[in-house]
Structures are given as C-alpha cells and as structure tokens.
C-alpha cells in the first residue's frame, strides 16, 4: 500500500484539470475505446503528458471492452466480448466510492493507470470500476461492456462516470482547476458540482436554493463531438428520478434545460462556460444547432508518437528534430530525400501486405498502389460510395490497377451498419477477378496504424456535414499517406488540391455528384500521378507530412484547450 500512497501523493499535489470521457484508447493491447472519439481522447491525454500539462483522466474500465469482431463468409459480423485485465497494467486504488442507483448504493473502486509523456511525465488516467463484491451481480457489470445494453444500462454508466467519478477525485485527494467533459456522457458531473456551489443557507431567501451558477460554469469546459441531435443521449426524467431520486440540483437542470427529457449535451452546454466543437466546420454546424450558446472550434489532431510507423520517425528525428514534442517541426518535411520517403513507405507497405496475406490469405502487389478506408461502418460514412457504379470502377482499375483494404466495425445495434457489411462483401466477390479487395476484420488501434501507414491513398466519404472532425486520414497524413476524400470534418480545412491530397466533390454533397467525382479524381488525377510522376507522387507524400501532420496534431489541440479552455 505504501508505495501506492506516495504515488497519489505525487499525483495530487498539483492542481489538474479533470478530463471525462465516456472512453479513452490508453493502448492498443487496453479495449477501452470503440472508435474516433477514444482515440481521440488517448491521444488527447498523451499529448498533455508530452507537455507536462497536469490532467488526470477519468472513464470506466469497461472490463469486457467494445467487441471483438468477426465475420464470417458473408461479410455478416458477430461480436464477442473483448476482456481484459486491468490489474495487467494498472494498479488498484485505496478508495471506494458510493453511487446511488435506483434506491440502492452501487459501490465503485478504481484502477489508476498511468500514461507517460515524452519527457517522462506521468500522467494518471483513473479507470472506475463496479466490479466490487460488495454490488449485486447486475451493478458489477455495469463498467464492464462500453456503449453495451439499453437506455437504463447507459443511464447506470453515466451516473457512475458523472457522479462517481467526481466522487473519486475527491476521495482519493485530486484538486481539480476544470472539469473537461469529452462529448456529453459525464454531465451528469454537474449534479455534485452544484452542490458545491451552493450558496450559504443565510444568503438564500426562504424556500429557494440558489448556486452560484457564474462560477460553477467558469469551471466547466464542454467539447461535443456530434453534428446531429439525435446522437445525443436523453432520458425521460422518471427514469432520471428513478435511477438517481429527486434533488435539488436534479430540479436546477430540469429548469436550466426546460424540457421533458433530460438531454445531457444540453446539461453540458448550459453549465460550460467554454464549449467547442471539433473543427471548424463542425463548431459552425453546432453554432446553428445551438443558437444560444457560443461555440468555439479546436480542431482535433493526432498525438504524433502513437501514429508514426518507427521507419518514418527515424526521418522524421533526423530532419525534424523536435517534432515528438512539436509537430510543426514536420513542415521541414521538404528536406528529407525522396528516396528515405519512398523507402520508409515501401517498408510499412509491405508490412501491410503481409498482414493482409496473413489474415485473408490474398497477395497483394506492392507496385500496385492501395487505397485504405478504415472506419465505423455507419451509414453516414457511406463505405459503400466506391461502389456505386461498379463497371466504372471495374473501367478505372483495367486501365490504372489499384488494391483495396478496408476494415471497421458496426455497432452492435446499428442494423444499417451491418447491413453495409454485408453490401461490402459482396461487391468484393463481383469485383474480386479485376480488383484484389481484402477486408481486415476486428478494426482497432493496432490494424489502423497498419492501415494509415502501409496503404499509398486514404479514402473518406462521409456525408456532410456529419463528419464533425475525422481524425484517421491524419494519422495517414503522418505516414506520408495523401488523402482522398469529401470536404468535410478536418479536411475542409486541411486539404490543398494536388499538394497534400484530393477532394472528393465541393462539400455540399449529394451521392451522385460524389461518386461521379470520386471516379474522376481517382482515374485523372489521383492514378495517372502514381504511375506517370513518380517524383510528383513522393511530392503530394511530403505535402501530406508538411502541410497536414504538422498541423493536425493533438499537441496543437492541446496547447490551445490550455490557453483558451483552461487558463480562462
Ligand atoms: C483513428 C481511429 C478511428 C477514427 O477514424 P475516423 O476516420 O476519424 O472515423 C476509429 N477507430 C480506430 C481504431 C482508429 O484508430
């Protein structure tokens, strides 16, 4: 116990902000995370580590992670628990913690796991846990499987990521400056935090309770991740009152939101003195979404050390020196010879290929280029846009052969997505005697920076403008990958015509267009430069690094939330 006592010592002796999200991608090996916005909280958390910034991170330890996919001949996806072990990693912390749950305490532990920066800086990420003896069966798993079961479970998990977690910070000592909320799910952080800011009872006339609310929204920073209301969870409040009983603060929320359903981005945006959205075009979207409330625009980047194949990190330490800690170094990216680039990319190109010939048993060629689209397969991503006149494409790869991989899950609800599978698999087999096509099942953090640096383009076709930032055609930017793709989220902003990449249509999408202009890119622009110009491909590669990844970086992200999130 002894040592553990020191270390929390160490940890809260500083005063943090408080980062809350409803998953973080800690490692490849930790299942912690189903898609863009764990990765972007871990990448979020190691690049405040790499700047010494004091954070502490707080989620749950979704014991039996996301899922682990498979699929089977048919494309169809079945799902599996993916467990894992925190006491592998993480260390047990001397604290438990009460919750209450529909009329009864739910008690939480936590894990302390600890992410270090560049410079050895320890950054501790607080991993909350219900799997305690003390809880029945049903309230053990209620951190174990993330975004698993009903409305009721999520309710469950977001009042043990909400109120435990603030619960936790204050018995185990954290003085905390901000509380970060990473998209709504820990909103209902606010409910202890009113209490804190209540005002005295003699300040307060007879038969009202007043908070300070000014203040209380000085300490609160909102970052939503989701263009459409929709995507946002609510709950009707018997079920609310059910779960958690009537309070006080319950009823300033209720007021402050006005409706029948409690809407936790509206909790979050109506106590946050700060809230952004994760782009510029998203934070504008949001604006119209949210006309009473001021919404800044951080644009979401990559933490660089996660998502650099080692072969480009050696270029990028001799002729960039700095960049792990300050990717704007990376716009140096010019100096480095064309032939160290194409090297370094062949490299991790036929690593690729290895692996697809080891999980799908194809060969793929390594002269022949390879386009990736990696992502949630959820219909607004549109997978299935390549497709959309397959004797085109059929056309397009007789002339200019081209390979294609593709991975991502869907999730266990979304029908649609899983539908668009299935779509997937078969266009494979009509295509499979004139484009080699592999899909990498069980998409994760591993088989992505696999991806993002072995293909040669990166292909996103979301439709706007539901794409609020995107951050893999990043991480490919990175590797040298250019990338493909409709002007939406991130690369509306990133993307300079035949410098660092291509768009796809002029952002006001509809199918038709982006297809016909996917096809035309592709066949006129984006093929012709990768057999025809070799020295002009390696120049759009050392675009895509000097003009993209040293600018999309989760360091450049951090550094603003510090300086106009934080320190406001
Ligand atoms: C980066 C990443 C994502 C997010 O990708 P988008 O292109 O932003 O949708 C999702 N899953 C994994 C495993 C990733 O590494």
Known sequence: ?????????????????????????????????????????????????????????????????????????EGRQSESPDTWDPSSSSMRLPASVAVPIDGREVWLGSWLYVVEGCT??????????????????????????????DANYRLKQEIVLGIGGMRMLEALG?????????????????????????????????GEIAYDIPRLRETCVFTTHTPVSSGHDQFPYDMVEHALGDSPELGIVRKLNGQNQLNLTHVALSLSEFVNGVAK???????KLYPDYQVHAVTNGIHPGTWCHPRFAELFTAYAPGWYHESAALIRADRIPDESIWDAHYAAKLELIERVAAETGMSFKPEIPILGFARR???????????????????????????????????????????????????????????????????????????????????????????????????????????????DGWWSEGCIEDVNGWAIGDGTSIEDSDSHSLYDKLENKVLPLYYEDRPGWIHVMKGAIGKSASFFSAHRMMRRYVVEAYLR
Not at 281 to 287: F, I, L, P, T
Request: hydrophobic letters at 40%; charged letters at 20%.
């Open 1 to 73: 116990m002894l040592p553990q006592f020191r270390l929390i010592g160490d940890l809260t002796r500083e005063e943090r902000v408080a980062y809350f999200s409803m998953e973080i991608a800690l490692a490849p090996a930790i299942p912690t995370y189903a898609g863009g916005l764990g990765i972007l909280a871990g990448d979020t958390v190691r690049a405040a580590a790499d700047l010494e910034t004091p954070l502490v991170g707080v989620t749950l330890v979704s014991r039996a992670g996301y899922f682990h996919q498979t699929l089977d001949a």
């Open 120 to 149: 050895g800086y320890k950054q501790p990420v607080i991993l909350l846990d219900t799997d305690m003896p003390i809880n029945s069966p049903e309230d053990r798993e209620i951190t174990h499987y993330l975004y698993g079961g």
């Open 174 to 206: 954290f003085r905390i400056r901000k509380y970060h909320m990473n998209e709504g799910h820990s909103s209902l952080l606010t409910l202890p935090l009113l209490q804190r800011f209540a005002y005295p009872p003699q300040d307060v006339h007879a």
């Open 281 to 287: 075009r998203h934070a504008e979207v949001s604006q």
């Open 377 to 487: 397969m959820t219909a607004y991503k549109r997978p299935d846009l390549l497709f959309a006149d397959l004797e085109k494409l059929k056309a397009i790869a007789k002339h200019y052969p081209f390979q294609l991989v593709l991975a991502g899950k869907a999730h266990p609800h979304d029908y649609q997505g899983k539908q668009l599978i299935e779509q997937l698999y078969r266009h494979m087999r009509e295509l499979a005697p004139h484009i080699a096509i592999a899909y990498l099942p069980n998409y994760n953090m591993e088989k992505a920076l696999a991806l993002v640096s072995g293909v040669d383009v990166w292909l996103n076709t979301p439709l706007p403008p539901l794409e609020a930032s995107g951050t893999s055609g990043m991480k490919a930017a990175l590797n040298g990958i250019p990338s493909l793709s409709v002007l």
